[in-house]
């Protein structure tokens, strides 16, 4: 493909007006910008009714939670590709007024602080943890120990167990350091939530589990992600009828139905009441975020995210990579969808307890199902979600090309800025030419001291694609290389 490359120099731009009389600091986000916030967030009615009554809160209090946890999600994303080996994970507190980010040095900690969260210095990594956690996933866990996970308050390696000593035996076998685990005493006794009972679901035989979210994949006719022990590669489903064409479990817990032809998929998520939540993107919550459920036995509940990347040790096997929520569910839930705001993020596996007495549940996160069968969310296409990059970016009135090796960045339109003199659209298109590649894109604008990030496209691959609807300003684009090495092309459009 032949790609044309703009030059400032004493050419004018369709609709881009390139400055170059004022000085503009070159600050970058490692200098500490804040963080990109999608203006448009816009939960629906029935997510703010949920966390209304869920967390007893009224409507006013509920928007305000949603809005800071969104707020969480995107500053957690930025700064975890930001602060690289120094990101010691991050929390909300119970009302999430306080966003506390872990890290393991000063400078970082200007960082966090930068982007209006709460450093905190702490000893260990979540890389670090990460790696402890890996130690106790290879290690033979008794049934006694219900599940480890990471968690960023303590520091350590949480391991829930009804046998504190044999926890500590399971501990010594996996030859990791002590001090980087904690023993927390449990009843939980986890299984996966299937059950042969009737519902508004789909069948597999005489079982029955939920459906997750649409999705589809090119070269057939779509279907939906659910949870891996509903059922096997090649087992048939009905209402709706298909095939499971990937599954995994244990290890992980997900899979993916490919419906049959005629069924129409749909960007929603029943509420069992009448009502329909849509969904309209899969940006990863904060721990402490709010987050709603929705399962064909007991219907739309809501709860805390209180671990990421949690070990459930089930008597099949252990599953990894798990997030534990305080939500309860039961079984024939497993494979349901669960939702923060309105981002998806991950299908029902399994959990102790019922929605009478309460319980923890825990989701496989819905952007790992996604990247491992090559799958897209089915979503409205709104509140948060950048529409898809087109086919390739050359066509844009506003064309720019460069390379980048995994971890830096560049700044467009050439290393430099724009100005705009009203209300306008700023559309950025990122084509990457490799398609091994995680590139980002990031529209930043100037506020009289520093560049601020103002929208951002950052999905795991590499092209990307953002529209944004800002003030009168300076502008410019960031390009950063997320992981690999490529060349690209930019394209700028103003309407």
């Known amino acids: 493909m032949n790609r044309r490359r703009a030059t400032l120099t004493g050419v004018a731009l369709t609709a881009l007006a390139v400055v170059t009389a004022i000085t503009v600091p070159a600050t970058t986000a490692s200098g500490g910008v804040a963080p990109a916030i999608d203006d448009s967030f816009a939960p629906s009615s029935e997510i703010v009714a949920a966390v209304q009554r869920d967390f007893k809160l009224t409507k006013e209090e509920a928007l305000a939670r949603l809005a800071r946890e969104d707020r969480a999600s995107r500053t957690e994303s930025a700064l975890r590709k930001e602060l690289g080996a120094a990101f010691g994970g991050a929390y909300l507190n119970a009302d999430a007024t306080t966003f506390t980010v872990n890290v393991t040095n000063a400078a970082a900690a200007a960082k966090v602080r930068g982007m209006g969260a709460t450093p905190r210095l702490l000893d260990r990594s979540e890389r670090e943890l990460n790696a402890v956690k890996t130690r106790l996933d290879a290690a033979s866990a008794p049934r006694s120990v219900a599940g480890w996970h990471v968690d960023p308050v303590s520091n350590t390696v949480v391991v829930l167990a009804n046998d504190v000593a044999a926890a ?21 006794s986890p299984r996966p939530l299937i059950d042969v009972i009737g519902g508004n679901a789909y069948y597999i035989g005489g079982a029955r589990c939920s459906i997750g979210f649409s999705v589809t994949r090119s070269g057939t006719n779509g279907g939906f992600v659910t949870a891996g022990h509903c059922g096997r590669t090649g087992n048939s489903t009905t209402q709706p009828s298909g095939v499971f064409r990937g599954s995994s479990f244990p290890g992980n817990d997900y899979a993916w139905v490919e419906v049959s032809s005629g069924n129409t998929l749909r960007p929603w998520v029943n ?170 894109l990031y529209l930043q604008k100037w506020n009289g001291s520093s560049w601020v990030n103002v929208a951002s496209s950052t999905s795991p691959g590499p092209d990307e694609s953002l529209s944004y609807t800002g003030t009168a300003g300076y502008y410019r684009f960031r390009i950063h290389a997320y992981s690999g090495s490529s060349s690209y092309t930019l394209g700028i459009r103003l309407s």
Do not use: M
């Open 168 to 188: 500590e035996k399971f501990i010594a076998n996996a030859g990791v350091t002590k001090d980087a685990v904690s023993v927390v005493q449990t009843s939980e």
């Open 271 to 440: 509420r069992y009441n009448g009502t329909t939540v849509t969904v309209a993107g899969s940006t990863e919550a904060a721990i402490g975020a709010s987050v709603c459920r929705s399962g064909s036995t007991t219907g739309w509940r809501c709860g805390t995210i209180q671990a990421k990347n949690a070990t459930v040790n089930y008597a099949q096997g252990s599953v990894s990579g798990l997030t534990r929520t305080n939500a309860c569910a039961e079984p024939g839930d497993s494979g349901g969808s669960w939702l923060s705001g309105n981002q998806a993020q991950g299908v029902t596996s399994g959990g102790s307890g019922n929605c009478t007495t309460g319980g923890t549940t825990y989701f496989q996160p819905v952007n790992e199902i996604l990247a491992a069968y090559g799958l897209t969310l089915v979503t409205s296409g709104g509140g948060g979600s950048n529409p898809p990059p087109p086919s390739g970016c050359a066509s844009y009135p506003n064309v720019f090309t460069g390379s980048l090796s995994s971890g830096g960045s560049a700044y467009q339109p050439n290393g430099s800025y724009y100005y705009v003199s009203s209300t306008r659209t700023h559309q950025g298109c990122l084509d990457a030419s490799s398609s091994s590649v995680d590139f980002d």
